[in-house]
């Protein structure tokens, strides 16, 4: 194996447990690169009483003292961008520039945290003759975060950064399907100086999953993943009394329209649908053409036609993942679509066993496909044909989900129309991934996020505290007032 056996990562050092493991693969030619235990109870069990050891003294350093580590961290996410950005090509499948692109957003996010003191401070008012009434944050406690397969390092930095500069200590529970990225993560900020036991990593599947939802020692669980399963989560965790944000999957549709800029249109539509194998929960997943907009799908297709897999485009996850995607293009065409560009059975020399698929967009698709509905999470592009937008608003209002919406048009007039009615917490216009960047908050609506608050930016501040509300009299003149 390339790299060691995975371990946990408890009070600032690598354990090595008596557990059952799995093995992790390179996607990209189907070796077996490591592999990853399988956490019980007893390891979540021994991760919280590390976490809840350390919480008192991180939760009582000031946060202007807390955020030097994030200043540290993202220097040093910056100074090993190369290793990093190998490493989750290594494990995810994802080509160099965008592994690259991961990392640097990783840096933005604690550039982010580090801001954390101005953006966050307390608050305090004289509300009567002598009487001051403050409002001061608190962390929550030990947390945990469950993380995805589609980021290894840039999503469990949604969390990381903000949830710890606000004074939490946190469980990480990345995805057993991309583990190397989390250890380098926790050596990174013990290296940055964040003190033994703030921060954790459990390796696992459902049972550890299960164990955290349970656990009566963690206060909030920030999830990441598929909706069947942030489903799970979010019913298990608030069942035990948590404060949960659990952000699931996706359906994304961009609406466009005969006036969008042709150049900017296709790029964008293809760089979506595309980029890191169509394993974004921004990516574009249905296109919905408004009248006449051949001109617009021609370029499209020329665009898709020249991304060559292996180079620009690298694998999806797993060989399960590739016959799925693969079966959700034969069914469509079983149903009558028509397959315009197909990237299924493609082979890259000298990687014959990685899990390709060229970039596919299917055309004349009809809302009741299930390649319409469902997420494919794969380089694939269905194109539904409307007359009006209304029409194709009412085709994107129709989807469970809401992560996010498009719309691509040259109007200020339709934009704002398509803006206000999209059904979707991310909307963009002339923009493939509408992901805000910070300070913006990023989180969608409907069955792409369950709880209240976004997970990064202003949104999860609210999260990751709690707020203690004082009143206080120092002066007898202020006698007593009609609350005293
Ligand atoms: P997943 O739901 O399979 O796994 C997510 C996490 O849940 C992993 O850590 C996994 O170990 C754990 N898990 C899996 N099965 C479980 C079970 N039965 N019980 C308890 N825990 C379980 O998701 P994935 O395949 O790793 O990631 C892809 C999905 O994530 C897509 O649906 C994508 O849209 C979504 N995603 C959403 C966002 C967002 O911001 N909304 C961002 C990234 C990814």
């Known amino acids: 194996m390339k790299y060691p056996e995975v371990r946990n990562y408890r009070d600032g050092s690598f354990v090595a447990g008596d557990l059952p493991f799995i093995d992790v693969y390179n996607p990209s030619d189907g070796s077996i690169i490591s592999r990853v235990p399988m956490s019980t109870r007893d390891d979540v069990d021994a991760a919280v009483s590390s976490a809840e050891r350390a919480f008192p003294g991180w939760s009582r350093t000031p946060i202007k003292e807390r955020v030097q580590v994030f200043y ?10 190369d290793e990093l950005a190998a490493l989750v090509s290594e494990e995810n499948g994802k080509v160099a520039s965008e592994a690259r692109a991961e990392v640097l957003k990783a840096a933005e996010l604690s550039e982010y945290a580090c801001s954390l003191p101005q953006i966050a401070p307390g608050e305090v008012l004289e509300v009567s003759r002598g009487v001051e009434c403050r409002i001061e944050r608190y962390p929550v406690g030990v947390v945990a975060a469950i993380t995805p397969f589609n980021f290894p390092n840039m999503v469990p930095n949604w969390s990381i950064p903000n949830a710890l500069a606000l004074g939490n200590c946190m469980i990480l529970k990345p995805s057993e399907l991309v583990p190397l990225s989390a250890g380098r993560i926790a050596e990174l900020l013990r290296e940055a100086g964040l003190p033994d036991g703030v921060f954790q990593v459990v390796h696992g599947g ?28 979010y019913r298990r965790a608030t069942a035990n009394l948590k404060r949960v944000l659990a952000l699931g999957g996706a359906k994304n549709h961009l609406i466009v329209m005969p006036d969008a800029d042709v150049e900017m249109a296709s790029s964008n539509i293809i760089a979506s649908m595309s980029g890191c194998a169509g394993q974004r929960c921004m990516a574009a997943s249905v296109m919905v053409a408004v009248s006449k907009v051949d001109h617009i799908i021609e370029r499209m297709i020329a665009h898709a036609r020249s991304i060559v897999p292996g180079r620009d485009i690298g694998p999806v996850i797993s060989r399960a993942a590739k016959e799925r995607i693969e079966r959700y293009i034969t069914e469509a065409e079983d149903a009558g679509a028509t397959v315009v560009v197909d990237g299924r059975g493609v082979v890259v020399p000298g990687k014959e066993n990685g899990y390709f698929i060229g970039p596919t967009i299917i055309d004349h698709v009809t809302p009741d496909m299930r390649i319409a509905q469902d997420e494919v999470f794969g380089p694939v592009l269905a194109i539904v044909r409307t007359k009006t937008v209304d029409e194709a608003i009412a085709v994107e209002n129709r989807s469970p989900y809401g992560n996010a919406a498009s719309v691509f048009t040259e109007s200020g007039g339709v934009a704002r129309h398509v803006m206000d009615r999209a059904n979707a917490g991310m909307v963009g216009v002339n923009v493939g991934v509408p992901v805000p960047r910070e300070p913006f908050s990023f989180g969608g609506w409907n069955e792409s996020k369950f709880g209240v608050g976004d997970i990064t930016g202003r949104g999860s501040i609210e999260f990751w505290t709690q707020s203690k509300k004082m009143t206080t009299k120092w002066n007898r003149e202020a006698g007593t007032n009609w609350m005293s």
Do not use: M, N, P, W
């Open 72 to 81: 540290k961290y993202k220097a040093l996410l910056e100074k090993h961008i």
């Open 206 to 233: 459902r049972e550890t999953v299960e164990a955290l939802c349970d656990h009566s020692g963690i206060a909030a669980i920030s999830f990441v993943g598929s909706t069947q399963i942030a489903k799970v989560v």
